[in-house]
């Protein structure tokens, strides 16, 4: 099967003839591509197709279609991590047997090596984002932890888990291999953020990097894996729209991971809630994402343990921030929500003692 490399590439034949198979699409005659979020794409391309149909047949006037990154340095990596494969497969093996919003994909396909795919997925329209400036809110929080911990007790150390060999576990020899990333960016990351940061975070962030691989390897020793969204950020929740009003609809799967289920709700209230907010409600969103685990069937598993885990991934994802810490967003809003994810992710790190961590690796 012929995939697509950019999304301009998509024509009325290509759509008809994968599509053929879909009984909720008709014969396609026209197909108009509008880019969506044009000149901020860095893992891929996304459009809005605008579709129209032969007379007698009918289908949604809109899908959106993700392809490969247009730089060829930004496929490369994907291939090397697998970000595409992850996504494509999690469609089509295990995004139907859940009990989660996620567009309703009608392809999902890739040429072998992982490069170039195409996702051709529902459009979800007039549904209403959090600001990630902003912040979210405690019911939305809320909102998030509870349609994560749903995927979690789903995977939660299951058999079903470790089968899925396109997962990979968060103690990978790639991941391991960030510690030369933090080394290569840690003298300019000092020079431009340490008078913003915690600089009690800043020690531990230097300490932990001799320990990283430790680290990772800790995590499955201590505690559960499940099957981690691993993106968890405000602009990949969808609320509402024509989803039905009480859904909540999760997008971009490229990063997922086998780890610890509370690295999506620390990397939620860390990034994407204010240091306010987020000290004031983080035991109780926590909390309530435990009492979800435990409904959705999770034993063995007490609050205290679940706290420990968020306090500690809260210090992994701080130092993570440091590779991305002097990149140029291109744009103010873009060095507004850089300087929001850095210095949120260290103070939360510091509120909470994630430094802790460090006394239980060798």
């Not at 994909?105 to 549904?127: K, N, Q, S, T, Y």
């Not at 780890?259 to 907010?277: I, P, R």
């Not at 435990?294 to 968020?310: E, H, N």
């Not at 991305?324 to 850095?342: Q, S, T, W, Y």
Request: glycine content about 8%; aromatic content about 10%.
């Amino acid at each position: 099967m012929t995939i697509p490399e950019h999304v301009d590439d998509i024509s009325v034949d290509w759509l008809n003839l994968r599509l053929a198979d879909n009984a909720h699409i008709g014969t396609i005659v026209d197909c108009r591509t509008e880019i969506m979020g044009e000149g901020v794409g860095i893992l891929g391309e996304i459009a809005r197709l605008h579709l129209s149909y032969a007379d007698g047949t009918s289908g949604p006037p809109t899908l959106v279609a993700k392809c490969q990154s247009l730089y060829v340095e930004n496929i490369m990596l994907c291939q090397m991590m697998g970000f595409y494969e992850r996504e494509v497969n999690f469609y089509n093996q295990v995004a139907s047997t859940l009990d989660l919003r996620t567009p309703t994909c009608h392809l999902a396909a890739m040429a072998e090596g992982g490069a170039p795919f195409v996702l051709l997925m529902e459009e979800i329209e007039g549904a209403r984002m959090i600001d990630q400036l902003e912040g979210a809110t405690l019911d939305d929080a809320k909102l998030v932890a509870s349609t994560v911990a749903a995927l979690h007790a789903a995977f939660w150390d299951t058999e079903a888990l470790h089968d899925l060999g396109w997962l990979p576990p968060m103690n990978n020899d790639m991941y391991k291999g960030a510690v030369a990333l933090i080394e290569a960016n840690w003298k300019p990351f000092i020079e431009t953020w340490a008078p913003k940061l915690p600089s009690e975070v800043i020690e531990w962030c230097a300490e932990l990097s001799p320990k990283y691989s430790a680290m990772l390897d800790w995590w499955p020793a201590n505690s559960p894996a499940t099957f981690t969204h691993t993106d968890c950020r405000a602009e990949n929740y969808l609320f509402g729209g024509s989803a039905g009003a009480d859904a909540v609809t999760v997008l971009d799967f490229q990063l997922a991971t086998r780890h610890v289920g509370t690295w999506d709700v620390a990397n939620f209230l860390g990034m994407s809630v204010t240091v306010e907010n987020r000290r004031a409600w983080e035991h109780e969103v926590v909390g309530h994402y435990h009492d979800a685990l435990i409904a959705g069937g999770v034993t063995g598993y007490d609050f205290d343990q679940c706290w420990r885990d968020y306090r500690y991934c809260l210090l992994h994802q701080a130092w993570s921030q440091i590779v991305i810490a002097n990149v140029d967003p291109g744009n103010e809003r873009g060095r507004e929500l850089l300087n929001e994810f850095i210095t949120r992710g260290f103070q939360a790190a510091a509120d909470n003692n994630s430094g802790e961590l460090l006394q239980h690796l060798s």
